[in-house]
């Protein structure tokens, strides 16, 4: 192909060229040498626009100006296939499961992963050093809901206790559409799963050499716990509450956070939720406008049993960018609203958390949030409102640098890479050959979305990965040096002092 396109330009070049040359040296009159010049220059720009790019089509990259010469790829396509057997109990053959290689590009080119995914490595820190051994995994067996196993690129389960909702059967489907997007590309896998909120794993039970902590996967952390962070059912949907997988969801947040202007919004705090789940989000409710005090905070309670008998109206996550600044605060534990409430371009409050998910680490207050005092909560909403639509500008900036974090850094894609680049590095640390546990069922799409119906069916399908991806993961980039992960977590508790600095300021001048 390199040689059609070389062809191709030197017949440009040759009969074009040559031809307005020849032209031009006829003619005596001036006209004619500005016409000259003017065609050597277009010759030029021709030129250099070949040659650049011919020295990209150097390294087998597709060049752009020559797009049309290019074969269309063959796409591997995997059809959910519902006729095959008894679906309830078999997957069909024929998944592929060896990676083909000269399928994907070469991953040495492969864009680095955005930098929350450096968290991997402290997570999977305590057993750097000792490897992860059978005993270890089936300690963390006592509060799992299931146990997932990997061999040669099949997906078993053996499930153990009842998980809230759907949340595990979401999650499932998660790692099976992952399997999907990297057929033959996973390891072999052993781990234990919990759904439940709030991590178990506590440090302080495992210091030591020996101290063998049992691998956790569950959907959020603390300070105080080991559990490892897994991204939550909520990106594959919510059946229960109809909130849609994340992919569709997060093109429709995007064109809901166009409606209204920022400076249009209603110029104060917003907040919606289930006041019921913990004792700080009932605490925030005193901070509600009243007859004798505004505290710029509008806050609604979300009543789901109502909004789903009609038809959830009123919770349409699309149509909630109407107000200048949205409230963050967790529920029992981290709060799947999260990147929903940080799409918006309207800053976020964060009222002080307690727990993390997967991507929260990254974030930084004043730069993607406002922080908010935890006990101090109403006092603090309303200096941030006052500050904010006095620094119209400032406000702003903090609320797209986390709108633009979560539509890109937080795409689908980098989910999937997520858990990939996750389960690869636990699995590096297996010190044993996992295999299939006696009780495990074979798992596959089809198993699970065939006997599905409701909004459980359509959401898998909507979800669904349709083809192997033809490009790699994003790389993973390093661990983080001990200096520059104390760096960066003294940035974060500095730029909280400083408003609070400025808060304790504000209060005493009035
Ligand atoms: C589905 O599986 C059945 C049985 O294995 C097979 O006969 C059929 O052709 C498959 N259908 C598709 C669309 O692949
Ligand atoms: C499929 O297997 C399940 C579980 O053994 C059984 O209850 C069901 O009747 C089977 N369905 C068909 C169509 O054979
Ligand atoms: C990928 O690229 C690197 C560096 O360019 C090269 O050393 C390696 O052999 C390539 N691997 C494959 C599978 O092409
Ligand atoms: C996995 O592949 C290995 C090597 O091909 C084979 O020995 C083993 O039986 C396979 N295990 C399962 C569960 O398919
Ligand atoms: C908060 O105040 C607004 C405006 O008065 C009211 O509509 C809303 O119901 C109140 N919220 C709660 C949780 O009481
Ligand atoms: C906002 O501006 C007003 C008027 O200049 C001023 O009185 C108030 O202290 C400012 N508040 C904050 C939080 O910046």
Redesign the pocket.
């Not at 024929?94 to 991997?120: H, L």
């Not at 400076?263 to 939720?273: H, I, S």
């Given at each position: 192909m390199r040689e059609n396109v070389q062809k191709l330009g030197s017949i440009l070049f040759k009969g074009g060229c040559g031809f307005y040359r020849q032209l031009s040296w006829k003619g005596p009159e001036r006209r004619n040498n500005v016409l000259f010049f003017f065609v050597l220059f277009l010759c030029a720009v021709f030129v250099s626009a070949y040659w650049i790019d011919a020295s990209i089509t150097a390294d087998s990259k597709p060049a752009n100006l020559f797009k049309v010469l290019r074969k269309p790829k063959r796409r591997i396509e995997l059809p959910l296939n519902c006729t095959a057997g008894n679906l309830t109990r078999t997957c069909p053959a024929g998944y592929p499961s060896t990676y083909e290689s000269g399928k994907y590009e070469n991953s040495s080119a492969a864009p680095v992963c955005p930098d929350y995914f450096r968290w991997i490595h402290e997570d999977l820190r305590p057993w750097k050093d000792t490897g992860i051994t059978r005993e270890m995994v089936e300690g963390a067996g006592r509060s799992a809901k299931f146990r997932l196993v990997v061999v040669n690129g099949t997906a078993y389960v053996e499930k153990y206790r009842k998980a809230i909702q759907t949340r595990d059967v979401f999650t499932l489907w998660g790692i099976l559409q992952l399997l999907r997007r990297y057929p033959g590309r996973m390891p072999d896998l052993d781990l234990m799963f919990d759904c439940d909120d709030r991590p178990l794993i506590r440090s302080r039970d495992h210091r030591g050499p020996n101290a063998a902590p049992p691998p956790l996967f569950r959907y959020c952390g603390d300070d105080w716990t080991l559990d490892i962070v897994f991204p939550d059912w909520s990106f594959w949907g919510w059946a229960e509450i109809n909130i849609k997988p994340w992919e569709s969801l997060l093109k429709e947040l995007k064109k809901g956070n166009e409606m209204t202007k920022w400076k249009e919004r209603e110029p104060y705090a917003y907040w919606k939720g289930n006041p019921y789940v913990a004792p700080t989000r009932r605490d925030l409710l005193k901070c509600n406008v009243s007859q004798e005090q505004d505290w710029n905070a509008r806050l609604y309670i979300q009543d789901w049993n109502r909004e789903s008998q009609q038809g959830y109206k009123e919770s349409n996550l699309e149509q909630q960018c109407t107000h200048r600044y949205k409230i963050y605060i967790e529920g029992w534990a981290w709060s799947v609203s999260e990147k929903y409430i940080l799409a918006c371009n309207s800053p976020t409050l964060l009222v002080r958390p307690n727990f993390y998910d997967f991507f929260t680490r990254s974030l930084v207050p004043g730069r993607h949030y406002w922080p908010i005092r935890g006990n101090d909560k109403c006092r603090s909403i309303k200096?941030a409102v006052?500050?904010g639509?006095?620094?119209t500008q400032e406000a702003q900036a903090i609320g797209e640098a986390a709108s633009s974090f979560i539509q890109e850094e937080l795409k689908m894609d980098f989910v999937y890479d997520y858990m990939f680049h996750l389960l690869n590095e636990y699995a590096k640390l297996l010190k044993y050959r996992p295999t299939v546990p006696p009780n495990a069922i074979q798992l596959c799409s089809e198993t699970m979305a065939c006997p599905a119906n409701g909004l459980q069916r359509k959401f898998m399908m909507e979800s669904m990965v349709k083809a192997p991806k033809e490009t790699g993961p994003c790389a993973l980039p390093p661990p983080f040096d001990p200096a520059t992960l104390q760096a960066f977590q003294r940035e974060k508790q500095d730029s909280i002092k400083q408003v609070e600095t400025w808060e304790a300021k504000?209060w005493e001048s009035n």
């Amino acid at each position: 192909m390199r040689e059609n396109v070389q062809k191709l330009g030197s017949i440009l070049f040759k009969g074009g060229c040559g031809f307005y040359r020849q032209l031009s040296w006829k003619g005596p009159e001036r006209r004619n040498n500005v016409l000259f010049f003017f065609v050597l220059f277009l010759c030029a720009v021709f030129v250099s626009a070949y040659w650049i790019d011919a020295s990209i089509t150097a390294d087998s990259k597709p060049a752009n100006l020559f797009k049309v010469l290019r074969k269309p790829k063959r796409r591997i396509e995997l059809p959910l296939n519902c006729t095959a057997g008894n679906l309830t109990r078999t997957c069909p053959a024929g998944y592929p499961s060896t990676y083909e290689s000269g399928k994907y590009e070469n991953s040495s080119a492969a864009p680095v992963c955005p930098d929350y995914f450096r968290w991997i490595h402290e997570d999977l820190r305590p057993w750097k050093d000792t490897g992860i051994t059978r005993e270890m995994v089936e300690g963390a067996g006592r509060s799992a809901k299931f146990r997932l196993v990997v061999v040669n690129g099949t997906a078993y389960v053996e499930k153990y206790r009842k998980a809230i909702q759907t949340r595990d059967v979401f999650t499932l489907w998660g790692i099976l559409q992952l399997l999907r997007r990297y057929p033959g590309r996973m390891p072999d896998l052993d781990l234990m799963f919990d759904c439940d909120d709030r991590p178990l794993i506590r440090s302080r039970d495992h210091r030591g050499p020996n101290a063998a902590p049992p691998p956790l996967f569950r959907y959020c952390g603390d300070d105080w716990t080991l559990d490892i962070v897994f991204p939550d059912w909520s990106f594959w949907g919510w059946a229960e509450i109809n909130i849609k997988p994340w992919e569709s969801l997060l093109k429709e947040l995007k064109k809901g956070n166009e409606m209204t202007k920022w400076k249009e919004r209603e110029p104060y705090a917003y907040w919606k939720g289930n006041p019921y789940v913990a004792p700080t989000r009932r605490d925030l409710l005193k901070c509600n406008v009243s007859q004798e005090q505004d505290w710029n905070a509008r806050l609604y309670i979300q009543d789901w049993n109502r909004e789903s008998q009609q038809g959830y109206k009123e919770s349409n996550l699309e149509q909630q960018c109407t107000h200048r600044y949205k409230i963050y605060i967790e529920g029992w534990a981290w709060s799947v609203s999260e990147k929903y409430i940080l799409a918006c371009n309207s800053p976020t409050l964060l009222v002080r958390p307690n727990f993390y998910d997967f991507f929260t680490r990254s974030l930084v207050p004043g730069r993607h949030y406002w922080p908010i005092r935890g006990n101090d909560k109403c006092r603090s909403i309303k200096f941030a409102v006052d500050w904010g639509n006095n620094h119209t500008q400032e406000a702003q900036a903090i609320g797209e640098a986390a709108s633009s974090f979560i539509q890109e850094e937080l795409k689908m894609d980098f989910v999937y890479d997520y858990m990939f680049h996750l389960l690869n590095e636990y699995a590096k640390l297996l010190k044993y050959r996992p295999t299939v546990p006696p009780n495990a069922i074979q798992l596959c799409s089809e198993t699970m979305a065939c006997p599905a119906n409701g909004l459980q069916r359509k959401f898998m399908m909507e979800s669904m990965v349709k083809a192997p991806k033809e490009t790699g993961p994003c790389a993973l980039p390093p661990p983080f040096d001990p200096a520059t992960l104390q760096a960066f977590q003294r940035e974060k508790q500095d730029s909280i002092k400083q408003v609070e600095t400025w808060e304790a300021k504000s209060w005493e001048s009035n």
